[in-house]
């Protein structure tokens, strides 16, 4: 059975700062794996994916992801934060079903 | 397109009531998932149907949760009787495919929130 393992529950930086969620997987056979963003009182919206092929994904709003398989890791960044950035953010794998990380939760300090 | 629809959109009920909460997914996408969040938790998946029929139910408490996707296209979710930890949003989200299978993301309603008093 897969599953995803995010590092911290809360982060937070500065507006302009380097944005590094981090994301561990357990898998059996090779994986896909998801972004997930969910701002305050919505719904859970696909940041990217990843699926075969390039290893570095390229979502919206600026976001990326590397999968790199030799250390089960698929950590999410941005160069730069911006206050809209402010949200709950889930890494997520699938193998049939999608199963969630508990999420983290961005803080984008002024 | 039309999003994933879910109603209603809160609900409260004292425990040991019942309640049910519908889904309509995306026209077209064969795979339905229920999802529970508990706040400050990640989604946990309760059910997942392709079509009309159950794919994955491991995690679904069926002494007193059930759902039902009868015609392959809208489902409901009932809890009877509810309890205090049963307070989450219930997540619907549906995809064109089974999740991995095609590649296929989920797309996801804004929930139900349930509070049990």
């Known amino acids: 059975a897969q599953s995803v393992t995010q590092l911290g529950s809360h982060v937070s930086v500065s507006e302009g700062a380097l944005v590094l969620l981090r994301c561990n997987y357990s898998s059996s056979v090779p994986p896909y794996l998801f972004w997930y963003v969910q701002y305050p009182n919505q719904g859970l919206q696909l940041l990217l994916k990843?699926?075969?092929?390039?290893?570095l994904v390229k979502g919206i709003n600026g976001f990326e992801a590397e999968f790199k398989k030799s250390e089960t890791s698929f950590h999410l960044t941005k160069p730069s934060a911006h206050m809209s950035d402010a949200a709950e953010y889930f890494c997520a794998v699938s193998n049939n079903d999608m199963r969630f990380g508990a999420g983290t939760r961005l803080t984008v300090k002024p | 397109e039309a999003g994933v629809a879910q109603s209603p959109r809160y609900k409260i009920i004292e425990k040991r009531q019942s309640v049910a909460f519908w889904c309509n997914p995306i026209s077209g996408h064969a795979t339905l998932y229920w999802y529970q969040q508990i706040l400050g938790q990640g989604p946990k998946l309760l059910i997942q149907f392709q079509n009309n029929g159950v794919v994955d139910d491991s995690q679904l408490p069926k002494d007193r949760f059930s759902a039902e996707r009868l015609k392959g296209v809208d489902s409901t979710l009932k809890i009877q009787p509810a309890k205090l930890e049963d307070s989450a949003v219930y997540l619907c989200?549906?995809?064109?495919?089974?999740?991995?299978?095609?590649?296929?993301?989920?797309?996801f309603g804004n929930g139900t929130r349930l509070t049990v008093t």
């Open positions: 990843y699926t075969t092929g390039a290893t």
């Open positions: 989200a549906s995809s064109l495919g089974r999740g991995g299978d095609n590649n296929s993301p989920l797309h």
